[in-house]
């Protein structure tokens, strides 16, 4: 299934510049998603910049965080959050682990992060906070023994994110379009909490409202649009998008668009192309349902 | 009168593609007018990203929310939004529902919005709150029912702008000029009263500062000044605008523009041009009037 | 003079752009220069968001404010906070009328404006406030009558800038390169005295220290390698600026570089073009002086 | 030797417009880096705007901070600051003198600067303060004088940032990747810690987290990995970096890619080259060691 993967690394490689562009990442900061094919591998970048990432650049690894087959490349010094993630957690199939602006102050203030916006809700009601201080005492704070990382995995637990004192985050998904669009999200949920608490108070969502907005956002269809913005955003700045981009696509153009959702599988291969305007008068087959 | 709807697409296309350079609207967010010939329809993007919308993408709609004619496009799931304003005011000609960062903490703190400069005296005196929960209890906080478009629009009542709890917030204009000035404008109010409140204290207008001022900025030559950049900015970034766009015009370009307002009409069609710069010598004619 | 107004010109646009570019103006606020061959007009852009002004865009207004020579184009509605101020102070050159969002909430928040670096400095020991309010009761906040543009300039005395309540700032200088440096650092300070009092506390420079740093970053060279920097930025951003403008320049380039003050005189045509890095070989006369 | 010197002035050239691009420099500041073959002479751009700098703008100089051939060019008026240091700390191989918009703050308030997050942690764990009106009163605030350059140099002692009153900082590092590493993740590092404090309170590394830590990010491989992603983004801004410069590399591109740390020398040529995502598909040697 050599072109299954293909589309694999081309599509993980999409999601870290995406979250390098957007803010996430610096030079540091790591995605990776489960084999679509081998629940017991996941697929990685070796050791480079997000914002630098290609297809090439992606390996397999076990849930040991060893290399499928041997690779002269380094690998990331923190590929035990993945395996150990991917071990504890058999429903994830994606993972992010970073240092957002936005979100290091809730990890070096020790405050909860809340969802205050629905687009924030797909963090669900409780981030945990992780210490590695409690379990390791004094470390590097880096995340490289695979002790460490299942203590990470367990803290955790059955949530979406988790905070790690000090450090940063790791946020976990369903499919790497849902990991995107929370880790995007919670970021910007944690700007909006701390805006509103220098402005005096803030006043979250209630956990029902928590759990619909959740759902409500986190169909297809929202998570299609806004990853369609990222990645016309991408290629604008990579200089990919010329202005023929933006232009009305003409009628040959038009195909058949799904909307089915695709957990451990990546989208199809139209989706993947990182010319998404081209796609201005494609003509999907009438839907009743509807978006936001 | 296929061509001035070709037109008004346009116009509607360029709103939502300059409201996301400018940073209001991200991923989210929309934008809609009503049809300059029969008031008991509105036009409006296709469910897409605005940063990614293009005329092609405007649909029509009535009143209800239902597309004029049948379509095989997904629509936003907010429509009865903009269906439910246009219904209750038939002075309201353009509307945007969006979630910019810089309003969002008043929506979150529940803090009264109040003009602080000039520029921001679009909103009026007065910035009313809704809250879902106060009528629907705990939902997913969008407004996807008609009973939830209504009660919206009665929040909104004759005031320009509604603060939506946990949310956003929801524009109203006379024209699409209009409504693109005071939403840019309310947004960078917000964010001085955020950091004015963060330095001492907020000494914003007095009411009949705030009619004056809003007054002399919506008149047209500060809309359209303001457009012409905003249009320039967006066309610089969508690689439209090279150094030729800036260069000094030949005066074979020079032609009459005229200053008249259109309130439910658009522009006249060489404002639509992505390109105002190439008008740098334009000889309107002598006018007396003074903008800022 | 044909050619020294050409150049002037040509000066002004380019201030007016590098002013956008830096995040000092949006569409509005605006730039003047005294005529430097007769101290009875000015020069002035046509009314147009700063970011677009051409040279041929630029007017010459008597003190009163009315246009030397009959002209179609409109003006500025606030050509006398200009005219006031040349006439009030025969040593101002250059006027420079702007909303920068950073000194917006001293204005909003009446807090006073203080030197927190030495290159906050060239602000002077004191920034006056002023109110339209006070002489004027409840107007638009625009400043368009005359009687309004003397008080203005009254309220700003001997000083280098003055606060402008609910509006903005108007900055003066001797030379067109002294203003724009004096409007970028004075806007850069005031942000810095925000983000040191969120922090603790505003330990500002000793009156005897603003002179001396004011006096230090005012001589030719600083500000000249500072306008260097932004005339590269804004060459960069508008397109005009490829990769070779910033190759190493070739000995052929190489020519003396005068470092004479021009205080009423703008620089030497070199000066204007917009593509500094050329001159990276450039072999100035030796010269025992220091920069910063 | 002259091959040497031409990749050295093309390194320091790179870190000057890196750091700007970085948001550390805007037209003032400075890197120097000591001579790679004589200890008693260092090389630094002459008086030039940071982002300008090019490899034929480098000078040599000697440690009185006089150039060590005759040269036309205008020299910083701080060269006192590197020459000093580099007499009084023969470990320290770059320095890079600054005013970055984040650190400021702490030179205003007199706040400490400490380490929130491990990437800070380079910092050490104490940043001195040192006030130029203690030893030398009221002064133009610049570094001019070599008794200032001596008495800053003093209050810098074995630490690797000194904090300068009402002015900006100064920060050495072993080797010139290690100076740009420290001085942008000291500079993030103070924003998250003023962010932090905003949001309640300032929970920093301990002092043995600190050591682990900044041991574990000063190691080759991390500093490369960042350095590559401001090379790639700086050659972006610049237009030198086309969607090929993306593109993965062919197989004939792959070449060794040694991995030893070079303190005193710069790093092989190939690190030099503005375009390091050409080098995607390069094979080093099989490496055991991981990054982070």
Redesign the interface.
Known sequence: MPDSLAQVREEIALANRILANEGVF???GHVSLRHPDNPEQFLISR???P??V????ILVLDLEGKPAV??????????TIHASIFQARPDVVAICHH?A?AI????????DMVP????GASMGEKVPFWDS?DDFG?????V?DPAEGKSLAKALGPHSMVLM????ATVVGASLRELVFRTIYTA?NA????????????????P??IK??A???LRP??ME??W???A??LA????????AA????TKSAAKAKT?TRAATKVAPKAKAKPA??RK??A?????K????
Chains 1, 2, 3, 4 share one sequence.
């Open positions: 610096d030079a540091f050791h480079r910049a914002e630098l290609q297809p090439a650049d041997p690779t002269p490349h380094r690998l990331y010094g923190e590929v240092h602006p290091l102050p809730y990890a070096i203030a020790r405050v205050v916006y629905h687009l201080r004094d470390t590097a704070l880096v490289v004192g000090r450090h940063g910007r700007d909006l909490q701390t805006r509103a608490k220098l402005l005096g108070a803030v006043h979250g969502l209630s029902e409202e619909k907005a759902a409500y956002n269809a929202p649009r806004a369609d913005q990222w016309m955003r604008e700045k990579e200089g990919r998008a010329g202005p933006r232009a009305p696509a909307g998404p305007a201005a008068a003509k999907p087959k009438p839907k349902g509807r978006g936001r």
